[in-house]
């Protein structure tokens, strides 16, 4: 017998469409899976959406609701897991205040969910502590894009679109690897003549794409652009007309932009003035250009400038609102995007509002029939609520969708202050590292069993409809909200029948914001395979291109800002004399929960390496696939040693899909942008050394 089961690859932002087919002989099921043709990959799938099956239907799945008994866990019906969550709960606030319980999220859920958890946070427990993952992943390029464009959505222009520009600047964005099957559209662009700038520390199988590949020193983006700027102004290369029209500030970047010194920025960035000068006169002079930007440039303490500056270069050139020509701040996660727009943000509520605006909360008090007056304000950001977690001012966390104490920087902190908490709620499909530490674990459903709405890269709202029923006792996460809502006696806010019901809600609260969805419902979704946000009303078509004739300030246009050449804190010492950057493989998905329960993906690739140059080892003594200790002011891991020459002699690189004694969150550095709050993920300064000498 075959079953058919049509989805989406709970994976990256592409969300590539697939068919998992499940065939039964003798009792034996074998699994095939079909890529599917879909707008954004065009029936292309990866190695990690052909096997994204494995964890799904994998045994390890959670199936029933899990409460810890003297340090073991067992299985427990779902009116005992509520009973007791509301009984903890109930007893924390009233003790120790509202505040005391924090909510964190993630950027794997669907909008429904994000909508509702936002929700919940600030209805059924009035908590200002709220925040997600998506802070480690989007907040600078989201906090570049709100305050340069007036608006944030990821990619300003439909994805062909890259097959006709003249130019592409990838910054920072490794998409061989990350969002592989996108790779076609910047290989036909390469065939089409666009000439390719690719900025990185390393030369990954993105930059052999390359015609220029600038091999950038780790946190040094932002002086980088300074000096293509400085080489587009004074080659005469500036869109005055534009400018003049479209833009405020310009003024004052130039200014700041003539007391540079071309030489100076090419020896604090590691790259010859002569290519900073090739880059600079090759963008300058295209006919049209996109610059894309991933975690590269925005993991950083100065990610959010570092993207305004690359914005700066699209803005001074007039590259931007046209065919070919625009931004592109590569989203991460499946639902990167749409889990930025509705409300699981410390400082947000849904459709972009703010928690903030006065008119924004009494908006959305309408929707959600409570008073403004008890929407509680703004909270602080992920790593933060970590920091409130360690000084007991937060002591219970409800966390859905995030394995923080792997993906938070600063990991040995993080999971000390978890060990603090009086209570821990996890709602999760797999145990991961954090959900072990949970006193009760709640089951979810995986991607195949999830009906709900998820808003890729290009900002296309996509339906992934359920493909087969929940194993066990699992539960949808809004089912799991609603369950905890009434037994806090807030069920009536929370009476939903399906996703669809919660969308239709999120429309309405959508409706006028930034990211207005309102125009958008599952029958259209159904019937044009996507809708563009935002969209206004019912026959919208949904915006592809933005900014063709105006920004989303008031004013109508975009804003230039001059930056400063920024320094990592962190810098090398004799001690720490190596620059650690981090990032991600083809194989693993983020913190590994999913990736390692796959047989497929563990064999390929079943622990973590760390690439080193080989002039580098040798001077520290250290021979290929040897393990090494590699140490940080803040801790230290044990990986085995890749040498290789594609990265600068100065810097090495560690995966992140790995925990425990493999966990390079362990060395990164907890110091934040102090705007958008990213922590500085991409560089830290550690020592290498030979495990046995
Ligand atoms: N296979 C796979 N794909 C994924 C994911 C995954 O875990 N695995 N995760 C998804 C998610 S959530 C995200 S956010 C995206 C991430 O997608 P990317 O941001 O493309 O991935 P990273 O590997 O984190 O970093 C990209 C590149 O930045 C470079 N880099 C490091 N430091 C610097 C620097 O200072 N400056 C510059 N210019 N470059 C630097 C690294 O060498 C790396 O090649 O991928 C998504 N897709
Ligand atoms: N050093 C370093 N650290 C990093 C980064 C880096 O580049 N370097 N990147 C950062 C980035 S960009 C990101 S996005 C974060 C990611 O960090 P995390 O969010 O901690 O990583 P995940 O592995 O995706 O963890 C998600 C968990 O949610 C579960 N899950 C998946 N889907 C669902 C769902 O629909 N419902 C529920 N309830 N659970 C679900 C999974 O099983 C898994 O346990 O890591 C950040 N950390
Ligand atoms: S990981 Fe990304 S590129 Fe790969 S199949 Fe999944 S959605 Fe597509
Ligand atoms: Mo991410």
């Avoid at 505040?99 to 429904?112: F, H, K, M, Q, R």
């Avoid at 931004?327 to 930025?340: K, S």
């Avoid at 006065?358 to 703004?378: F, Q, S």
Wanted: charged share 25%.
């Amino acid at each position: 017998m075959e079953t058919v089961m049509e989805t989406q690859c709970p994976f990256c932002s592409v969300q590539c469409k697939m068919q998992v087919i499940e065939k039964k002989e003798s009792g034996l099921k074998t699994y095939k899976v079909l890529p599917k043709q879909n707008a954004a990959s065009e029936g292309r799938l990866c190695i990690k959406g052909m096997n994204a099956y494995q964890h799904a239907l994998s045994g390890e799945r959670i199936t029933t609701p899990l409460i810890k008994k003297d340090g073991v866990f067992m299985p427990a019906t779902w009116e005992e897991a509520y009973a007791l969550i509301a009984t903890e709960f109930s007893r924390i606030q009233s003790e120790f205040g509202r505040d005391a319980i924090g909510v964190y999220g993630g950027g794997s859920l669907t909008n429904e969910t994000s909508y509702l958890l936002g929700k919940f946070a600030r209805v059924a427990l009035q908590t200002k502590y709220i925040d997600y993952n998506g802070r480690f992943c989007m907040s600078a390029a989201a906090t570049a894009g709100n305050k340069a464009f007036g608006i944030d959505r990821g990619l300003t222009n439909p994805l062909p679109e890259v097959r006709q520009s003249d130019c592409l600047i990838l910054a920072g964005t490794n998409i061989a690897e990350c969002q592989p099957t996108l790779m076609p559209y910047f290989t036909d662009a390469k065939k089409n003549g666009a000439y390719i700038i690719v900025i990185d520390p390393r030369n990954t199988l993105t930059a052999e794409l390359a015609d220029l590949h600038l091999k950038v020193k780790p946190g040094m983006d932002a002086a980088l652009a300074n000096g293509l700027l400085k080489v587009i102004i004074d080659g005469g290369y500036a869109d005055e007309l534009f400018l003049e029209k479209r833009t405020n500030g310009f003024e004052e970047v130039k200014a700041h932009i003539d007391t540079l010194d071309l030489a100076k920025l090419a020896s604090i960035t590691g790259v010859p003035a002569e290519d900073i000068q090739e880059a600079g006169k090759r963008f300058g002079k295209a006919a049209s250009g996109m610059i894309l930007t991933a975690r590269g440039v925005e993991q950083q303490t100065d990610g959010y400038m570092a993207v305004r500056n690359f914005i700066n270069i699209l803005l001074v050139t007039g590259k931007i609102g046209k065919v070919g020509s625009g931004y592109g701040a590569v989203t991460g996660q499946a639902n990167g995007q749409g889990g930025r727009e509705h409300g699981q943000k410390a400082d947000q509520l849904p459709g972009y509002r703010s928690i903030e605006n006065l008119e924004d909360r009494a908006y959305i008090a309408g929707v959600w029939g409570v008073e403004p007056d008890d929407l509680p304000g703004k909270g602080v950001s992920a790593y933060e609520m970590m920091e409130k977690v360690h000084e007991r001012e937060i002591c219970t966390l409800f966390l859905m969708g995030s394995n923080p104490i792997v993906s938070n920087p600063n990991a040995n902190f993080v999971e000390e202050g978890l060990r603090k908490l009086d209570f821990l709620v996890v709602a999760d499909m797999l145990m991961s590292e954090t959900a072990q530490m949970a006193d009760v674990i709640l089951p979810t459903s995986s991607y195949l069993e999830n009906e709900g709405t998820l808003t890729n890269l290009e900002g296309r709202v996509l339906l992934r409809e359920a493909a087969r029923p929940v194993p066990g006792f699992v539960k949808q996460d809004w089912e799991v909200l609603s369950g905890v809502a009434e037994l806090l006696e807030k069920g009536s806010y929370f009476s939903y029948s399906s996703a669809e019901h919660i969308f239709e809600e999120l429309r309405v609260a959508s409706r006028g914001g930034l990211a207005d969805y309102y125009g958008i419902t599952y029958d259209r979704l159904r019937k044009e395979e996507g809708v563009y946000w935002p969209c206004p009303s019912i026959d919208h078509p949904g915006e592809k291109r933005l900014f063709e004739t105006s920004f989303a300030h008031s004013d109508g246009k975009a804003a230039l800002i001059p930056v400063d050449n920024h320094f990592p804190k962190e810098q090398t010492s004799e001690e720490f004399s190596l620059y650690l950057t981090t990032g991600r493989v083809l194989g693993h998905y983020l913190t590994g929960v999913q990736t390692r329960k796959s047989p497929t993906l563990e064999a390929r690739q079943f622990e973590s390496f760390i690439e080193i140059h080989p002039k580098t080892a040798r001077k520290l003594n250290i021979r290929d696939e040897t393990l090494v200790k590699v140490k940080s002011r803040r801790g230290e891991i044990v990986v085995r040693s890749k040498l290789t020459a594609s990265i600068r002699e100065d810097t090495v690189f560690v995966p992140m899909h790995w925990s425990g004694i493999q966990n390079i969150n362990k060395l990164t550095n907890e110091e934040l942008d102090p705007t958008c709050k990213m922590p500085g993920f991409k560089v830290c300064a550690v020592s290498v050394t030979p495990l046995l000498t």
